[in-house]
């Protein structure tokens, strides 16, 4: 039997122990096994208190069992649901009671998704949305999942690939006619109005994205500077916690160390390099060097010193905020140094300013993001395809003079890339990529 013809459970809530775990099961096999563990095929959609018992008539656990019928279920299959106490035992248990199921097994990461997906329950854009909502950790990431998860942007996908499709129609329709006189004519000229108006809302769309699609990743900073200037002390301040080591000895810092904030709802990762400084050790050389990489990817650096700290060593297109810390022991700010950039004064240790650059940090991730309420973009992907699709646009206007045959082959093509966006056409390339992401029992 194929994979995908075999019938799939997991564990679809949090890692146990819990106090409740849902362990959903889909495929052709659904109702046979609700019909085993519960003595009956419960009534559809509706929450059936029940003592679940294994093929041997042995209980497993007093649970609650629903049962959706396919089509109309979250796969769009026959699923059975079972709601069980959480704890390791009773999971075995009900693992080892499915698994003797004759065509049922373990479902992968991001089957039961993937069902969804290939039984037209949702489409591509939207898989990508509840898999961005899974993985949001701030408000600002999952409201944008949300609106993809809702269909905005498939929705004006689908309604662009319906207008593309109506404008081919008339312009085929112009070369069928062709030996009609002023057929044609009438038939291209309001093709090209309905090519022209999509054109500018797809452009449109485009442009008022920004860096949205960051929102996915976060920003990145980080924090660099000379040894044992407080750069451990600094992202412990700012994570609340302790999550570097602080030492008066410089050089303690050789690895690179991240830890994920939510600023006002905006995802940010801070790194702590180490001390950048010439040594001969080997393995803080190696330090310096993933240091001095990692400021050159970030999308903000904090370079950290004190009064007897060069004040700047980082030279990058990156921006850079220059932060005197140790304002408690009087540490005097650095000669030589340019006003253009951002200047900080802080105590790490005290916490006087930090409240003030963390504040500067939400404002650079407001005007980094810009204005991602409204974005319909989220992934790269879709950005792709929708520029594809604008491409393929615009030649079909500029070529529509040399012969229709080759507007109608561009619309093809629009049409085609707004197809693979929906994932309705050629992406079985991309789908494992897609859906492997999930997580077991989604």
């Not at 030589?336 to 500067?360: K, N, T, V, W, Y």
Request: hydrophobic share 45%; aromatic share 4%.
């Amino acid at each position: 039997m194929h994979p995908r013809d075999q019938t799939i459970f997991a564990l679809s809530s949090g890692r146990p122990p819990s106090a409740i775990a849902i362990v959903r099961v889909s495929g052709p096999m659904a109702e046979p096994v609700v019909a085993t563990l519960v003595g009956k095929t419960p009534v559809p959609r509706m929450a059936t208190h029940v003592l679940l018992r294994d093929r041997a008539g042995q209980p497993i656990d007093d649970a609650v069992a629903l049962w959706f019928p396919g089509p109309a279920s979250a796969t769009g299959e026959d699923v059975a649901e079972f709601h069980v106490h959480g704890g390791r035992a009773v999971l075995a248990a009900m693992f080892a009671a499915l698994g003797e199921f004759e065509n049922v097994r373990p479902a992968e990461p991001g089957e039961f998704t993937r069902r969804a997906f290939e039984n037209g329950k949702l489409n591509l854009t939207e898989a990508e949305g509840l898999d961005d909502l899974i993985h949001a950790d701030t408000d600002r990431q999952r409201r944008q999942a949300l609106r993809q998860l809702k269909g905005l942007l498939g929705d004006r996908a689908r309604d662009w690939r319906e207008q593309i499709i109506a404008a081919s129609a008339l312009i085929e329709a112009g070369i069928d006619f062709s030996d009609e006189g002023d057929v044609p004519a009438e038939l291209i000229a309001p093709a090209l109005a309905k090519i022209k108006a999509l054109l500018a809302e797809i452009q449109k769309v485009l442009a008022a994205q920004g860096q949205t699609e960051r929102l996915r990743d976060g920003l990145v900073v980080a924090i660099a500077g000379p040894p044992n200037v407080g750069k451990s002390t600094l992202i412990n301040q700012l994570a609340r916690r302790e999550v570097a080591i602080v030492s008066p000895h410089a050089g303690t810092t050789r690895d690179v160390i991240e830890v994920q904030l939510d600023l006002d709802g905006y995802p940010v990762t801070v790194i702590d390099t180490a001390g950048i400084r010439e040594t001969d050790d080997p393995v803080e050389q190696e330090g310096v060097r993933r240091a001095r990489a990692r400021a050159a990817e970030a999308d903000l650096v904090l370079w950290l010193a004190d009064g007897a700290a060069p004040q700047s060593a980082h030279q990058s297109a990156t921006p850079v905020w220059h932060v005197r810390n140790k304002i408690d022991l009087g540490a005097h700010h650095g000669s030589g140094e340019a006003s253009s950039h951002q200047m900080f004064a802080i105590s790490a240790a005290r916490g006087d300013g930090i409240p003030e650059l963390i504040a500067a940090l939400v404002d650079f991730a407001h005007a980094y993001f810009g204005t991602s309420e409204g974005g319909l973009i989220s992934r790269t992907r879709q950005r792709k395809l929708l520029e594809e699709t604008a491409d393929s646009l615009r030649r079909s206007i500029d070529v529509v003079g040399q012969g229709e045959e080759l507007a109608a082959e561009e619309l093809r093509a629009a049409a085609h890339s707004l197809g693979r966006l929906l994932g309705r056409v050629d992406v079985e390339d991309i789908l494992d990529v897609i859906f492997r992401e999930f997580c077991v029992g989604k």
